[in-house]
């Protein structure tokens, strides 16, 4: 005779506490990503040129005054890079955001934490191109070349 087991109602309720607890897990990550980019705009917009709805050169430097960082330094550019901002000396919301995403920093001390790191990872993706360049083509997945 087969054996029933007596542990079906519990492995429902397990199921449904792993479940309960995942959504809270969700809600929970949620939160801290909606705070986050809430974080990440009012960076934005305390540097906001309100006419146009940008980042403007003004709004750069005083950022670069918070960050102190001279404008004028390399670590502007990549931050640029990395925010993949289409237009020189403007950043958009949508490219602020995508930046400050992409370096997990909602604050300027998180900003300033990041920037040595960003700078290590654009010198690492430039030695990839300039070996990808080569007639040899090594690294030419980076530059999305096949």
């Known amino acids: 005779m087969p054996r029933t087991s007596s ?6 309720s397990a199921s449904s506490n ?3 607890a995942v959504d809270l897990f969700r809600s929970a990550t949620g939160k801290a990503a909606s705070k986050e980019l809430e974080r990440i705009d009012q ?3 305390s ?3 309100n006419s146009f709805g940008m980042i403007d050169p003004e709004g750069i430097e005083a950022f670069c005054s918070d960050l102190e960082v001279d404008h004028t330094n390399v670590q502007i550019l990549m931050l640029a ?3 993949q901002a289409e237009k ?3 950043f958009t919301i949508e490219e602020w955001r995508r930046g400050l995403k992409a370096l997990r920093a909602d604050t300027i001390i998180k900003l300033k934490k ?3 790191e960003l700078e ?4 690492f993706f430039n030695q990839w191109i300039m070996i990808g360049s080569d007639d040899m083509c090594i690294g030419c997945f980076v530059v999305g070349e096949r």
């Open 7 to 12: 542990r079906k109602g519990s492995t429902n």
């Open 18 to 20: 792993n479940s309960s």
């Open 43 to 45: 960076l934005f917009y």
């Open 47 to 49: 540097y906001v040129n």
């Open 81 to 83: 890079w990395k925010m």
């Open 88 to 90: 020189q000396g403007y």
């Open 114 to 116: 990041a920037l040595p």
């Open 120 to 123: 290590k990872e654009v010198l």
